[in-house]
């Protein structure tokens, strides 16, 4: 996740509900990378585990925030999500 920057859990990914508290739940402050940053957070506490079946699927289309609104703004978070993380 931090070297190619890809944020895999998705949809199917689940944790204890201890753990969401713990951490805070995801940042609201976060537009474009609230799962990513949560996710990086989450990995600090514990291992991950992969199932290898298909629990949920997503989609993508032309206008998601994560696709439409792909600018300067998210490029910036980017860089302040991962600067937050290695403080």
């Not at 609201?28 to 949920?56: C, H, M, T």
């Amino acid at each position: 996740m931090l070297v190619d920057f890809n944020c895999l859990p998705g949809p199917g990914s689940i944790f204890r509900t201890e753990i969401f508290r713990i951490l805070g739940g995801r940042d609201i402050k976060v537009k474009f990378l609230s799962d990513y940053e949560f996710w990086i957070r989450l990995g600090q506490v514990g291992e991950f585990k992969r199932i290898p079946k298909n629990l949920a699927y997503w989609r993508s289309h032309a206008e998601s925030t994560t696709i439409k609104e792909r600018s300067y703004g998210m490029a910036l978070e980017r860089i302040q999500v991962m600067e937050r993380f290695f403080q």
